[in-house]
Each structure stands twice: as structure tokens, then as C-alpha cells.
């Protein structure tokens, strides 16, 4: 059973406009949760965290937004670059333990 | 954050042989994990790498298929044995702080 959903498999963006992306998850436990970036041939980078006592947290262009209530996070990457163009998954823990995934989301920055 | 090297990028191997997957973290890790990711899937953790013992298994992996070494605390080997083309996949290390993970870049294995 997946844990840690990501609905949209694909999402095309307008270069300088917001990409959202999205993530839901089933378990109440979580604690912490992670969106990473990975580019085809590569690892995937880690790009920014959000833990459980928290509601958003900003990193230059990337802000992730935690809504416990519904289980459900968002990224939010503005402006959009075409840099950006990648797949982007979102990953949850339960304390120290390991992360469960979520299947990607492609974003695709158009010029 | 930590890097880690893992080789072989890439490889093309005969169905029935095995290839072992090696990965360096240049900084001590609380954890290691490799993952699998096969085409249009997410990554599917194979087993937690524990320090001069045996790995810990997910469900569907099991240690006759995918042997696991750690003999310190920077370096994991994972080896795919007696492959089928089903074991075409990207196959990925990763250490963990906590709390985030940072991967290698991953070897791309196809089997034929």
C-alpha cells in the first residue's frame, strides 16, 4: 500500500509562473517530510524539509506547505526556471526511520 | 551534507550472472539504504545496510537474491545475483543523517 502518494504524474509550467506540486500520505505518524529533485541518469538531491511542528518552510524559490489535518503537502517553486525541469518526488518519515517515497512528479518548465 | 560514490554507472550483464553494486559515503552515516527504482515506479527500498551484520529485508527481497555488505560505517555493497531481465532496473544508495537522505547517482543495470 502506498504511503505517500503523488496523484500527478506530469506538470508543465510556464517559465517564471508558480509550479505546485502535490503529495498526500495515509500515515498519522509521520514526522518529517522531504522533497527531493532528480534529474534523468542522476540521484536523486535532496531540496528542502518540512518537519510536523511546522506548517511551511521557505528556501529561496522552494516553499513547502504542510497541512497535517489532510495529510497533504505542497511544494511550491516560483519563479519556475527551466533548471527546474525534473522529476520530483516527495518522501515522508516516522522518526529516524527510512523515508517512503512517493512516485514523482515530472514538472516540465517551458521558455 | 554527504557525497556518495557508487559505481558502476551503468552495465549490461547476461541473464544468470551477478553484478555487485558499490557504494562509498565520504562522511560517516547513521544509515544506509539501498533502493530500486524500475520504470515509472517510485523507489522501493531493497534493505537497510546494517554495520558488520546481516542487512534488514523489505517484503519481496531476500538476502539469496540481493547480498548485502557493510563491513564499516562508509562503505555498502549491494550484488544482483543470478539476474533476469526483470532485475533491469536503477538501482541506488543511500546514506541517511538523519534526517535527510542523500543518494548516489544511482547504476542503471539491464539485463539481457
Known amino acids: 500500500d502506498q504511503q505517500v502518494k503523488q496523484n500527478s504524474p506530469s506538470l508543465s509550467v510556464q517559465e517564471g509562473r508558480i509550479s505546485i506540486l502535490n503529495c498526500d500520505y495515509t500515515?498519522?505518524?509521520?514526522?518529517?517530510f522531504l522533497w527531493y529533485k532528480k534529474y534523468p541518469a542522476e540521484g536523486p538531491t535532496f531540496l528542502i524539509s518540512?518537519?510536523?511542528?511546522?506548517d511551511k518552510n521557505e528556501d529561496g524559490r522552494f516553499t513547502v506547505f504542510l497541512n497535517k489535518s489532510a495529510k497533504h503537502l505542497s511544494l511550491h517553486i516560483v519563479p519556475s526556471q527551466p533548471g527546474d525541469s525534473a522529476v520530483y518526488f516527495c518522501?515522508?518519515?516516522?522518526?529516524?526511520?527510512?523515508?517512503?517515497f512517493g512516485t514523482g512528479t515530472r514538472l516540465t518548465v517551458i521558455p | 551534507s554527504a557525497v556518495i560514490s557508487q559505481k558502476p554507472s551503468r552495465d549490461i550483464c547476461q541473464r544468470g550472472t551477478s553484478l555487485t553494486i558499490q557504494c562509498q559515503v565520504d562522511?560517516?552515516?547513521?544509515?544506509m539504504f539501498w533502493y530500486r527504482q524500475q520504470p515509472g515506479q517510485s523507489l522501493t527500498l531493497i534493505a537497510t545496510?546494517?554495520?558488520?551484520?546481516?542487512?534488514?529485508?523489505e517484503s519481496g527481497f531476500v538476502i539469496d537474491k540481493f547480498p548485502i555488505s557493510r563491513p564499516n560505517l562508509t562503505f555498502s555493497t549491494l550484488t544482483v545475483s543470478n539476474m533476469s531481465p526483470e532485475d533491469s532496473s536503477i538501482y541506488l544508495c543511500?546514506?541517511?543523517?538523519?534526517?535527510?537522505?542523500?543518494f548516489g547517482q544511482g547504476t542503471r543495470l539491464t539485463v539481457v
Open positions: 518522501a515522508a518519515s516516522e522518526g529516524p526511520n527510512n523515508l517512503f
Open positions: 500515515n498519522s505518524m509521520f514526522d518529517y
Open positions: 518540512i518537519s510536523s511542528i511546522k
Open positions: 562522511s560517516q552515516v547513521t544509515m
Open positions: 545496510a546494517n554495520q558488520g551484520s546481516e542487512a534488514t529485508y
Open positions: 543511500s546514506g541517511q543523517g538523519p534526517p535527510e537522505a542523500f
